[in-house]
C-alpha cells in the first residue's frame, strides 16, 4: 500500500481503535504510546523517502509530498511523539486530581490521533481546496483537546477558537476559491493542484494574485497567530491542558504557516517577491511588537508562551520578509526549531502546575531548589526562545539578521533587533523571578517528577540543543530543496 495512503488510514483508525478501548487507565495509557510510535515511524517513513530524492504523490497527484512538506511532516511525527507520549503523564496527574474522568482521558488520546491525522492532510494535499478543507478540519479536531476539562473557561475558550479561526479560515476559502478561477483556463494542466499553479504561475493574472495572497494571510494567519487576528490564542493555550497547548504551538501553528508559504510560492514567482515580502514585513513587525508588548505585563506561564507563539510566528514571516534563499532558510528552520522549543516548554507548564497549583509566577520561586529538573528543562525553553547562542532558536534569528545584513536593510535589522530584545528582557526578569525568587506561594507537590515522566522533554531539549550546535545534513538538505522549490531554481 502507498505510503501516502497509509499515512491518512493509519492514524484515523488508531483513533477509532482508542474510542473502543475499555476504560482501564493503564491500558490506555500503554496503548497510546504504542499507536503513535507506530503512527510516527509512518510519517518518517515517507520524510526518509523525500529525503531519498523521491518526491511521493498518490491519487493522480492530488496527495503529494515533497521536501517542504516533509519538512512538517516531520515536526508533526517527531514533536507530536514526544508531546503524546507526555500527555499520558499529565492526564494520570489530572486524574488522580479528580480534574477529569477516566472517559475523558480515553476520548483525549483518540482525538489526538484524529487530530495527526488532519494535520497529515494538510501537509501532504496538493489540491488546495483539500489543503483548506484540511487546515479547517484541524480546528474541528483540536477544540475538543482544549475544552477536555469542560468547565466554564476551558469551554469558553474553545468557542472563542473555533469561532475566531473559522471566520478567519473563510479568507483562506476566498483565496483559494479566487486562486482557481485565476489560474483556470491559464496554466497547463488541472488549476487546483499546488504544482501546476506553482510551475505556472507567471501565466496568471497579478492584480488576482495580489488579491489571493491578503485573502490567504488574513485566513491562514488567523489559523497561525499573525497579528492582529491573533486573539484567541492566548485564551486557549491559557486553558487548555499543557499537552494540548503544545500539540497547537509546537505543531497546528506550523501548519497553518505551511498553508501561507505555498501561497506566498505561487504569487512570489506570478508578480515578483518584492510584493509579498513587503506584505509579509508589515505583518511580521505588527505581530512581533504586539507580542513583546503583552509580554512584558504577563504573569501566568502559559499566557505567557502563548504570547511567545505569536512573536515566533512573527520571526518565521519576518524572515520570509527579508526574503532570499538565506531568509527563506532562516523561516523554515525556524518552524522547526520552534516547534521543538514551544513543546517543551508547554510540556514543563504541566510540571510546574503540578508543584505549585498555579500559572502564576509571582506566586512561584525557588524552582531550582524544588524540582531542579523541571528548572533546568524550564530554563532551556526560555534561553532557546529569547535566542541564546548555542540554543535552536539563535540559528535562525541569526540568519535572519544575516539575510538582512546582506541586503542592506539596516533598518530591518534595527526593528528586528529591538521587538527581540524587548522579548528578551521581558523573558529573563519572569524566569528568574519563577526559578531563583522567594517562594511567594504554596507548594502543593515540594519534590521533582521523576526521570521517567521527564524523559520526553529531557528528549525535545537533547534536540533543542542538538540543532542550535550541530547541522543535520538530512534536515538541511529539506531545507535546501525547499528553498530552491519556492524560488523555482
Known amino acids: 500500500m502507498d505510503i501516502l495512503v497509509l499515512i491518512l488510514i493509519v492514524p484515523f483508525v488508531f483513533g477509532a481503535i482508542m474510542f473502543m478501548m475499555p476504560l482501564h487507565f493503564k491500558v490506555l495509557q500503554n496503548t497510546h504510546i504504542l499507536l503513535s510510535v507506530i503512527v510516527s515511524a509512518i510519517l518518517l517513513s515517507a520524510v526518509r523517502k523525500v529525503v531519498e530524492g523521491n518526491e511521493l504523490s498518490f491519487f493522480h497527484h492530488y496527495l503529494f509530498l515533497d521536501s517542504l512538506g516533509a519538512i512538517f511532516l516531520s515536526l508533526i511525527a517527531i514533536t507530536g511523539l514526544l508531546v503524546n507520549i507526555y500527555a499520558t503523564t499529565y492526564m494520570k496527574w489530572e486524574l488522580e486530581e479528580g480534574h477529569i474522568s477516566l472517559q475523558e482521558v480515553k476520548n483525549y488520546f483518540a482525538l489526538s490521533f484524529i487530530f ?111 497579528a492582529p487576528t491573533h486573539t484567541w490564542l492566548p485564551d486557549v493555550h491559557a486553558e487548555g491542558p499543557a499537552p494540548t497547548s503544545a500539540l497547537l504551538s509546537g505543531v497546528l501553528l506550523k501548519c497553518a504557516m505551511l498553508g501561507l508559504i505555498r501561497y506566498y510560492a505561487i504569487v512570489a514567482n506570478g508578480v515578483g517577491f518584492d510584493f509579498v515580502q513587503t506584505v509579509m514585513l508589515v505583518s511580521a513587525t505588527l505581530t512581533l511588537f504586539v507580542a513583546s508588548f503583552f509580554l512584558i505585563r504577563q504573569h501566568n506561564v502559559k499566557r505567557m508562551f502563548a504570547y511567545h507563539s505569536i512573536a515566533h510566528m512573527g520571526v518565521i514571516a519576518f524572515g520570509l520578509g527579508v526574503g532570499g534563499a538565506i531568509g527563506l532558510f532562516a523561516a523554515l528552520f525556524h518552524c522547526a526549531a520552534h516547534s521543538f522549543t514551544k513543546a517543551l516548554a508547554f510540556c514543563s507548564t504541566g510540571n510546574i502546575a503540578k508543584i505549585y497549583g498555579t500559572k502564576d509566577m509571582t506566586k512561584m520561586g525557588g524552582m531550582i531548589r524544588i524540582a531542579p529538573l523541571t528548572a533546568v528543562l524550564f530554563g532551556i525553553a526560555i534561553c532557546s526562545l529569547v535566542g541564546v547562542p548555542g540554543f535552536a532558536i539563535f540559528v535562525s534569528e541569526f540568519l535572519i539578521f544575516k539575510a538582512a545584513a546582506i541586503e542592506g536593510q539596516y533598518l530591518l535589522m534595527g526593528v528586528f533587533a529591538l521587538a527581540l530584545a524587548i522579548i528578551f528582557i521581558a523573558d529573563f526578569s519572569h524566569f528568574f523571578l519563577a526559578t531563583f525568587g522567594k517562594v511567594e506561594g504554596q507548594v502543593v507537590h515540594n519534590e521533582e517528577m521523576k526521570l521517567s515522566e521527564n524523559l520526553p522533554l529531557i528528549a525535545l531539549a537533547i534536540l533543542i540543543v542538538s540543532f542550535g550546535i550541530w547541522q543535520f545534513d538530512s534536515f538541511t538538505l529539506l531545507l535546501n530543496e525547499s528553498v530552491k522549490t519556492i524560488m523555482k531554481q
Do not use: Q, R
Open 116 to 226: 495527526t491525522w488532519t494535520m497529515s492532510l494538510s501537509v501532504i494535499c496538493n489540491n488546495i481546496a483539500f489543503m483548506w478543507a484540511a487546515i479547517e478540519a484541524t480546528t474541528l479536531a483540536s477544540v475538543f483537546l482544549v475544552a477536555v476539562k469542560k468547565d466554564k473557561k476551558s469551554t469558553e475558550s474553545g468557542y472563542k477558537y473555533i469561532v475566531l479561526c473559522s471566520i478567519g479560515l473563510a479568507f483562506a476559502l476566498y483565496a483559494t476559491i479566487l486562486l482557481f478561477s485565476a489560474g483556470n483556463g491559464k496554466v497547463e494542466g488541472e488549476a487546483m493542484l499546488y504544482t501546476t499553479l506553482l510551475a505556472h504561475a507567471e501565466n496568471i493574472d497579478g492584480m488576482a494574485l495580489k488579491l489571493v495572497f491578503i485573502f490567504a494571510l488574513i485566513g491562514f494567519g488567523t489559523k497561525a497567530g499573525l
